[in-house]
């Protein structure tokens, strides 16, 4: 199944994607509709003769899940953890590193808050968090990166796209910079994993959930630790599977295994992990490139019409490297949320977000399943 063929067959389109038979979903920077492969995926598990045996099924599965979630990242399988939420990924990272007192780190306070409570949670620990001063909301460039660190920045932990105003981080260039330096690299992925790149090449850790643009289920995501790295952080949670135990016999001394397991404590959410492959597996098919050059496109001419009608939309002219599938717009003295209720009504899913200063923005995500002419009926409406 390509791009083409899904937006040239309406039939296609509305039975691989079903949400489109009832409504216009432009939430998908929220929490996604589920495609019919990836549902189906998790009926047959639950309800199939696939649970006969368990144990040997999630253990086929791992492999093939680390295997597509290499192929997404462009790393190793074993370097692939699936442990779930991005905010428990996230939370291992922060508090699986071994800090020394006067190390400081960086982050943006106004990132979304699964990549700010686990950071923050550190200052207890003598760590210096650091907050990003940046012009414009979630606008965050290299440059700012590289005027807020210090000989005592240990690690920067930053969005590798801004779930507001949909500015999409330059995170090669900024890892690069942070690794000639010696300073970690985290980076939540959740708003960029399955619809544009995201090259962990100069990332030392990641961490999203598949519930967004990846089109899969809550609560099932993952976690990349490079390889060298693997050692040096020390998840704070211990179960069977990741602490060494042979012939499930507890032993004297805690070991943790070693590569991608180390992270998974226990039992895996055996449903959620085929949905999270089932969503894996319909990106790669696809293409992320192909996905990436759609959203680019819907984004080019659903701007300027937004302009046209008397909205201000955040990161309206980024180069290149920094758009992304998001469009959060206001206008002064109108309400958005009756708008919001007003598309709601007229069976368009859409987001209100709300700002530090309290300014309300309504923000359109679609995905490339999405046709332009279900666009054309949002831009009607507002």
Known sequence: MTLSEILANEELRQHEFPVAKNKIFLAHAGVCALPRRVAQAMIECATGGTLGDQEAFVMHKLAEARMAGAKLLNCSPDEVSLVGPTSLALSFVAAGLN??????????????????????ALADQGVKVRLMNIRHLGV?????????????TRLV?????????GHRLEHDAIGK????RGILFCLD????????????????FLAADAHKWLLGPCGAGLLYVKKD??????????GWHNV??????????????????????????LIGLVGL?????????????NIAAELSRKRAWLVPVLLAKGYTVLNAAPKTENVSGISSFFAPGKNLAEVNQKLADAGITASLRMDRQGQNYLRLSPHFYNTDTELHRVLELL
């Open 140 to 152: 965050i460039r290299k440059v700012d990166v590289m005027g807020q660190v210090d000989e005592d």
């Open 99 to 120: 800090f020394r007192k006067g190390d400081n780190i960086l982050i943006y306070h106004d990132d979304y808050p699964s990549n700010v409570y686990p950071w923050m």
């Open 189 to 204: 992925a959740i708003q960029t994993l399955g619809a544009f790149p995201t090259n962990v090449e100069h990332v030392d």
């Open 157 to 165: 932990a930053l969005a590798s796209n801004h779930f507001i105003s």
């Open 229 to 238: 790295l693997q050692e040096k952080l020390n998840p704070p949670v211990y």
């Open 244 to 269: 060494r135990n042979p012939n499930f016999i507890a032993q004297e001394k805690i070991e943790f295994r070693s590569g991608a397991a180390k992270f998974e404590a226990g039992t895996h959410n």
């Open 277 to 289: 492959l089932a969503s894996m597996e319909l990106a790669l098919e696809i293409g992320v490139d």
């Open 177 to 180: 910079f942070l690794r000639e």
